[in-house]
């Protein structure tokens, strides 16, 4: 089957410009999520979306990133500025999702965007 | 934050066994514990999960300790391809709670096999 499709895989861009990412999970998987990893650390989950509604977005700097998953399928993720800060990798990934109070399938990732503000 | 501890690095000769270590003394009843690896430059690879008995599939088994605190993922044979950071994750099960199921990275066990 195919995997977790991610687009662009690099970018380049100055801080305080804007920057989408793109990402279309594996068929039928109802769970998507996005991860940012920065150089050297674990990834950090961002926002976890079950179909097109938001799950858990905790961890997302609201003021300056947005995501969404308008079909339940594909998703974007957008930073508004950029600050250095915001250099990593961003992950996306997919699952089944869940039922019954059990885990359907494991997370499935794509290879990642590799972000760099300068 | 993450609730194991593994050490940072570890080295195994190509062909022999790599035995990796991890401790979650903190675990509850109702997590399981989860292995990823990374390979330089892609997403983390699903490897093997267990909540208290050993487990094995064609990847890795992976062993509990009765006491649930620590466990080893264990590559039989190791290869040059098995040379990626691995990640211990303690995770929740859905069952009768508000957890989402979320992946809680560490900063993992860089294993580096040699020829």
């Known amino acids: 089957e195919a995997g977790v499709a991610q687009s662009p895989r690099y970018k380049i861009i100055e801080k305080r410009q804007s920057v989408a990412f793109w990402c279309n999970p594996i068929?039928?998987?109802?769970?998507l999520y996005w991860y940012q990893q920065i150089l050297g650390q674990g990834p950090k989950l961002l926002i976890q979306?079950?179909?097109?509604?938001?799950?858990?977005d905790s961890q997302l700097p609201k003021d300056r990133f947005s995501a969404e998953r308008l079909k339940g399928v594909d998703s974007t993720l957008k930073i508004q500025p950029a600050k250095l800060e915001d250099s990593a990798v961003y992950l996306c990934a997919s699952s089944l999702g869940s039922s019954g109070g059990m885990f359907l399938s494991e997370q499935y990732f794509g290879p990642g965007t590799r972000l760099t503000v300068t | 934050d993450a609730k194991t501890t593994q050490p940072p690095s570890m080295d195994c000769a190509e062909g022999r066994a790599a035995n990796l270590p991890c401790n979650h003394s903190?675990?509850?009843?109702?997590?399981?514990v989860y292995w990823y690896r990374q390979i330089h430059s892609q997403g983390p690879q699903y490897i093997i999960h267990?909540?208290?008995n050993n487990e094995t599939n064609e990847m890795a088994s992976l062993i509990i300790t009765e006491d649930r605190k620590s466990s080893t993922l264990i590559l039989p044979h190791a290869t040059l391809r098995d040379t990626a950071v691995y990640y211990c994750i303690v995770r929740a099960s859905l069952r009768g709670s508000s957890n989402t199921g979320k992946l809680i990275f560490g900063q993992g066990t860089t294993l580096q096999v040699k020829p």
């Open positions: 979306f079950q179909n097109n509604g938001v799950v858990d």
């Open positions: 903190t675990i509850s009843g109702n997590e399981y």
């Open positions: 068929s039928g998987h109802a769970t």
């Open positions: 267990g909540l208290k």
